[in-house]
């Protein structure tokens, strides 16, 4: 492994998902991270300390040799790789690294809240072909409320997105959050988006765990 | 979608990627009953038989023709798309944040080979690249690249975590999301 490679905390790897992650068949990549501290997070994993110490580091080499199985299946169907998490945008220098050793021709998604630094974001604009956006919740007060942090950051790279991917291929999810928002506010999220632009917009709910 | 669904359509993708490029590939009927994770050494064989099919066809200087195929043609074609995924509400994608596994792999749902998987037809040449190690042709339980030294089964093939490995090789690393 290249000591100046950037390397991945994979937690898991999950291989052939389909009408999941877009277009195509997909391998999904776990890596550790996440700034964001969701009361119905569903993968705690991605922050789980004890998480980290089962992760893998894996560098984009590592990380290619494992999932290259699956390459004709991506290439016939314009799938690829999917990162997630945690927050895939976290390991934004990762991630431009692996496009380096994957080439051109794999579809990558990154599954990503927006609410990390900009310059994560730019990193991989040019890199990524697909964002699927968990927004939680477009009002400040519900959003902090639920995930603990200002929602400063996932405003800036909404923006951001709009003006420099094309809008067919940003996947904007809005759930509804038991406890924390109403059908109004999630109404509210929706036609903000809309407004701003964004085509593809899902409402979904989400799940409780006991 | 389930792992028998996902196998059938993996099963179609290979089917059309086979007819594309005149590559002989006889779809061959799994006689397991249980569900699966959507693969199975049989099922990786019959890939690298199509990756080296294809190899093969593009040292030749003939046109390969792989991209075009519609996931959702193959998942209807092959009746595979789930109840749950028809009936989800703005269906298209799962919750996005989870479905990373990492549980370990219940041997009771191991998946049994069949024997007698479908023999390809082609010619074979020394050069062609790693994955003919894995061909049908050569083994009847082909190697899966990836897989854990000793161990049996499917799991490896969707359990890519390489736990026996870890021993030694845990770096901690620093997440800083302001950085």
């Known amino acids: ?210 | 979608m389930k792992g028998k669904e996902k196998c059938k359509a993996l099963k179609e993708i290979r089917r059309q990627i086979a007819e594309k490029n005149d590559i002989p590939y006889v779809v061959s009927q799994c006689k397991y009953q249980g569900d699966c994770l959507g693969t199975c050494p049989k099922c990786e064989a019959e890939l690298r038989y199509l990756e080296r099919e294809l190899a093969i066809r593009q040292g030749l200087g003939k046109a390969v023709a792989v991209a075009g195929i519609s996931i959702s043609v193959c998942a209807s074609l092959t009746a595979c798309a789930s109840e749950t995924e028809n009936n989800a509400p703005d269906s298209g994608y799962e919750d996005i944040s989870g479905n990373v596994d990492v549980a370990p792999y219940d041997s009771e749902d191991e998946v049994i080979p069949e024997t007698n998987v479908g023999e390809p037809e082609g010619n074979v040449s020394d050069s062609l690249k790693e994955s003919e190690q894995n061909s049908p042709e050569n083994e009847k339980e082909p190697e899966i690249e990836g897989k854990v030294e000793g161990e049996e089964g499917i799991d490896e093939t969707n359990e890519p975590l390489d736990t026996d490995n870890l021993t030694g090789d845990i770096s901690y690393i620093n997440i800083d999301p302001e950085n």
Not at chain 1, 3 to 9: A, E, G, H, N, Q
Not at chain 1, 32 to 57: M, S
């Open chain 1, 1 to 210: 492994m290249d000591k100046d490679s950037p390397t991945l905390p994979v937690f898991g790897i999950k291989r052939h998902r389909m009408t999941t992650d877009g277009t195509g068949v997909s391998t999904l990549v776990g890596a550790y991270g996440c700034p964001l501290k969701c009361r119905y997070c569903l993968n705690p994993l991605a922050w789980n300390p004890e998480t980290l110490k089962k992760c893998i580091p894996m560098s984009p080499e590592t990380l290619y040799e494992k999932v290259k199985i699956d390459a004709l299946y991506f290439l016939a169907t314009g799938g690829g790789i999917t990162f997630g998490g945690g927050e895939a945008l976290l390991h934004a220098d990762f991630i431009r690294q692996f496009r380096k050793v994957c080439g051109p021709d794999w579809t990558l998604t990154v599954e990503t809240s927006l609410n990390v630094p900009s310059a994560k974001l730019e990193k991989v604009l040019d890199v990524v072909n697909d964002y699927i956006v968990d927004i939680k919740d477009l009002e400040p007060s519900v959003y902090k409320a639920y995930t603990g942090m200002p929602i400063d950051n996932t405003l800036l790279n909404l923006k951001l997105l709009l003006e420099k991917v094309s809008l067919d291929h940003v996947y904007i999810r809005v759930p509804k959050i038991p406890e924390y928002n109403t059908d109004a506010h999630i109404q509210q999220s929706v036609t903000k988006l809309k407004n701003m632009g964004f085509k593809n917009i899902e409402v979904f709910p989400y799940v409780v765990r006991q």
